[in-house]
């Protein structure tokens, strides 16, 4: 057993595949509740540090998408599918691009180790994950969504996450 590895561990029953379009579903609706931030010299510096971040990872199951959306809190999030999003307020406020990196390392901890699928799952049932992938109930997703928002991970999710991103 890999140290750190949840018991509850329930990501397997979901693939890949279905993760990526639950995360194209939420997607969506982010760039409906959220404005994004275009600016060059954020886009770029963020480019820079994920591309470094992206290289060093041995192999992934993911086509991670970084993208800044204006928010005053000095924060990250990871939906399903490799899709962070960073919070405007964190690119204004990190003095150095390493602090930006330390918080992207730690949210692909987050996707690398399943934690938003996994939680999805003992959220919901993969009868309900699966009625949401073929067009049911929108407004389960609005909540699951806020859910993630609001990064509600386990402390064992989260020292996982932050062991990866060291």
Not at 125 to 134: D, P, Y
């Amino acid at each position: 057993k890999e140290i750190g590895k949840s018991d509850l561990d329930l990501s397997y029953d979901v693939s890949y595949e279905q993760e990526e379009k639950l995360g194209d579903l939420m997607k969506e609706m982010i760039w409906d509740d959220f404005k994004t931030v275009k600016d060059n010299a954020a886009d770029s510096a963020l480019k820079q540090i994920t591309d470094r971040l992206i290289k060093a990872l041995d192999t992934t199951n993911y086509r991670y998408e970084f993208t800044i959306i204006k928010n005053d809190q000095i924060n990250a999030f990871t939906i399903p599918g490799g899709n962070i999003y960073v919070f405007s307020e964190l690119m204004k406020v990190a003095e150095t691009p390493e602090e930006v990196a330390a918080v992207l390392a730690h949210e692909i901890g987050h996707a690398e180790n399943r934690h938003v699928v996994t939680k999805l799952m003992q959220e919901l049932s993969i009868t309900a994950i699966v009625g949401i992938l073929s067009g049911g109930d929108p407004s389960v997703l609005t909540e699951v969504l806020t859910n993630i928002i609001g990064n509600t991970f386990s402390r064992a999710q989260e020292e996982e996450a932050d062991k990866f991103a060291l």
